[in-house]
């Protein structure tokens, strides 16, 4: 038994001081003869959990509550789970046990299932139509927007298109592939689902709407002249202003002819001048019927499964009245969107409204299966030390391919700098796809420029106060490429005084880093040579004389005094002796 005593301060006032008799911790009784009971944890686990795998994967990264430990003798009990939070959870049930130990080593469990649902085949929505843009400020390509689809089915997303909304899209038909990623199971083969699209950009014509094509037109018979009609060109804009035109609509031209048409507009925003000019053949009526050329061979068109509509066209064939060439009438437009089948076209030339000759041809369009990449890696940048890097990546993902053709393969060599790595793959259809992307080697560099540095000895010349002294500078190479001086210190030619001057270079590379040589020049006086005159006259048989040259060592510029001078009144009758 144990007993511990403690003065009781409040009791202070009284005129004796009283005690109390406790016992130790956890015993009770009179005479703390009852030991204390140690009693089991209760631990409580979370309700069962329900996620759906990752996008594009057959897992899920799982979070939950800590299971809570409750223990009368212990107040902090932390509960330990073989899967804890955060943890990695594939599909299916998966059940999570959790103990809790008290200081006593009681312990108490608990479980719980955490059930990820299988990736559920997302279905594409809102595929857009086939639309056209046009170009804008005269370049051969436009930025397009358009309404990225959604993939339905399990968790909602946007899909992955390629080419991307906001991209450049360069003159001609593209065809954007947009899919799901969602479910997708390489190793089963599970294709996703998709849809594809074309965008066609077409050039515009700056500042100039509705320039007429060329006008073909044949005469009837016995007429001189023919009456032709055409919806005038117009500006854009108010600021677009018609200045001038060599013909207007509903004019007539003579049999046979052909006439240039010129509309010329200002543009008052850029002061700059726009034209647009056709040309109008008027033919004369012949007896001889004309012949049919260039009709277009029968075509044959794949159309893929989840895009079934596509572009189809041809050249209208000609027709030749004795050498007045018109075009022929065709049965369909030359260029028009079709479903999958079989599809006959007729041209014909006519003369007088009787239909002369006549040609036909087929387009089969075959539904086939689609043929993309489905995943093409984005750009990958590497760095190095040296000049070349081994880069890997995950190879592009396609289905039912036949065959591939490609620039680089993963763990290849690369030079510093940007290459494409462009894969071609073929399906045995004959189809063709093709993935390109960026991998980009960037050479790190930490070493400094290695510098040349040691004091210096220099002699300037002699002569006067201020002279350029010229000496061997510092030098640095670098293994990275070259090491330039950064600016700030006096070089050599400039002006330094004699003594001791204490000079700091600063060469950085290519990579910014840098490396301080700091050296003394001691300039030390040169030799004061005589000048030398030159080209003293000599002979002279009267005052007036050319003044000698002089040369110096150590000044570029000599003054020369002759006494007397040339043309001194000091001369007199006879020989006098000129000293320079």
Known sequence: MERTWIQNIAMQELSHNTFFCLCANQFTGDQC??????TDPTVNCPDPIVVDVNPGSQFAVVQYGAPICIDVEDVQLTAVCD???????????????????DSGGLTDSCSFGVTVNAAILQTIQDCPSPFTVFTEDGNSFAFVTYQTPRCTGGIDTLSECRP??????????????????????????????????????????????????????????GEGSLLVIWNPPTGPSPSIILISNTHDPETFFDVPSMTTVSYVFFDLTSSTTLECTFDIIINDFLDDPPLIEDCPSDQVVDAESDQPCVVVSYIRPRCNASGNITEASCSAPTRQVVIPGNYTVTCSCEESGSFIEMCSFTIQVNLVPPFYVAVCPDSVFRNTTGTTAEVFWNEPRVFEAFSVTRTHAPGDTFQCGSST???????????????SFLVTV??????????????????????????????????????????????????????????????TY???????????????????????????????????????FVIPGCSDLEDNISTVICTPPSGSPLFTPGTTSVPA
């Open 442 to 503: 960037i050479r790190v560099d930490a070493d400094p420029p290695a510098i040349n540095c040691s004091n210096i000895e220099a002699t300037r010349p002699a002569g006067g106060i201020d002279r350029n002294v010229i000496f061997t500078e510092p030098s640095a190479t670098d293994n990275a490429g070259v090491a330039h001086l950064l600016p700030g210190p006096r070089r050599s030619g400039d002006v330094f005084p004699l003594g001791v001057t204490t000079m």
């Open 421 to 435: 790595v462009s894969y071609t793959y073929r399906n045995m259809d004959g189809r063709n796809t093709t993935c």
């Open 164 to 221: 991307s909304s906001g991209d450049k899209f360069g003159v001609g038909v593209t065809s954007v592939n947009c899919f799901c990623t969602s479910g997708v199971d390489p190793t089963n083969n599970t294709l996703p689902d998709s849809c594809t699209f074309n965008i066609t950009v077409l050039e515009a014509q700056p500042g100039i709407l509705g320039c007429p094509d060329d006008i073909i037109r044949t005469a009837p018979p």
């Open 83 to 101: 899967s804890a939070s955060g943890s990695v959870f594939f599909a299916g049930l998966t059940n999570v046990n959790c103990l809790c130990t």
């Open 506 to 544: 600063i060469f950085q590379d290519t990579c910014g880093n840098t490396a301080e040589c700091t050296f003394s020049l001691t300039v030390i006086p040169g030799t004061n040579n005589a000048p030398v005159s030159n080209d003293c006259p000599a002979g002279l048989v009267n005052s007036n």
């Open 33 to 38: 003869e009852i030991a204390p009971v140690n």
